[in-house]
């Protein structure tokens, strides 16, 4: 249950759902090298054999019964110990993507998530994981609005070619990240992306200002721009914070040190300011987080048609 695709390193059009039934042969052997290299740098001698990995590939659910994952040393945590290693030793976009999608799907799947999540942030970075325990709902809600559809198997396929060539290069947050952007008609170049995970002095000033509910201050910031192009890329690059901010906002209250749960997102800026995001998230909650996503993809929406009310738009994410 890692992927279900004719090509993985091809288009996203071909994307058809996470399921392996009926993947093609080099998906197939992709994973069986990831789960055997995975497997021998993890435990050594006791290396998951070819055959075992085949069956898995071909035959998932054999492995995906409740009744084998009672303790730790089952065969699915094995796996995911697996995947996880022969990540940090090579293809590691690529086995970012299986490891993440297994990861976070068979979990849910058994609904085992607090300990399968537990148990797998001990010893990686995503910190984004650590969230499913305390606040599933908020970020389900988020993420999650039509089941699978953050990963496209229910995403317009036109949404989906848009980041086709950029899922096996970006790291997975950013893919995320982008998909979530893309989902509220909010769509971004990759020359975007790294504008806004790099920014400039405006967007700076103006992520301090919203962070720090500073209404005047942010308002302030927003009445500089003149060009509607520069106003979209201001408002989407308060959308990638805010889209960060949840994240390491949930993995915190999942009891995550701050570095522990900024770690795994591309955000320079939660590492330049650090004390000062620290001190300032205090004052949001994950529900008011969420709300301003959506207040911002409102305010973008307006802005697009250039309707006067956009600005006023604004004032709904200091309420």
Request: with cysteine; proline share 3%; hydrophobic share 45%.
């Amino acid at each position: 249950m890692i992927v279900y695709a004719n090509h993985l390193l091809s288009s996203l059009e071909k994307l058809q759902g996470l399921f392996l039934y009926g993947a093609s042969e080099e998906v197939q052997h992709f994973l069986v090298w990831a789960l055997e290299s995975g497997m021998r740098l993890k435990h050594g001698s006791v290396a998951c054999s070819f055959v075992d990995a085949a069956s898995f590939v071909n035959d998932p659910d054999t492995y995906l019964q409740p009744d084998l994952f009672s303790h730790e040393s089952s065969y699915r945590l094995f796996v995911i110990e697996g995947l996880e290693n022969a990540y940090h030793a090579k293809m590691a976009d690529m086995l970012t993507l299986a490891h993440d999608a297994f990861l976070v799907f068979t979990g849910l799947k058994l609904k085992k998530t607090s300990s399968v999540i537990k148990k797998a942030i001990e010893s990686q970075t995503y910190g984004v994981f650590a969230c499913y325990e305390n606040v599933a709902p908020a970020l389900k809600k988020v993420f999650f609005p039509h089941s699978l559809a953050w990963l496209g198997v229910q995403v317009e396929k036109n949404l989906l070619s848009y980041v086709c060539e950029e899922i096996a290069l970006a790291d997975w947050p950013c893919v995320r990240e982008k998909l979530y952007l893309l989902y509220h008609e909010a769509p971004l170049s990759f020359e975007d992306i790294k504008l806004l995970d790099h920014g400039n002095a405006q967007t700076v000033s103006l992520k301090k200002a919203v962070l720090g509910r500073e209404k005047k201050a942010a308002i302030h910031e927003l009445s500089r721009l003149s060009d509607i192009q520069e106003i979209l890329t201001s408002l989407r690059s308060l959308a990638s914070f805010f889209t960060k901010m949840l994240f390491v906002k949930a993995g915190v209250e999942a009891h995550l040190s701050f570095e522990k749960a900024v770690q795994g997102l591309a955000a320079p800026f939660f590492f330049e300011d650090k004390q000062l995001c620290q001190n300032k998230m205090s004052s949001w909650s994950i529900a008011q987080i969420e709300k301003t996503l959506i207040t911002l993809a409102s305010i973008e929406v307006q802005a697009k048609k250039k309707s006067p009310f956009w600005f006023a738009e604004l004032s709904k994410i200091f309420v």
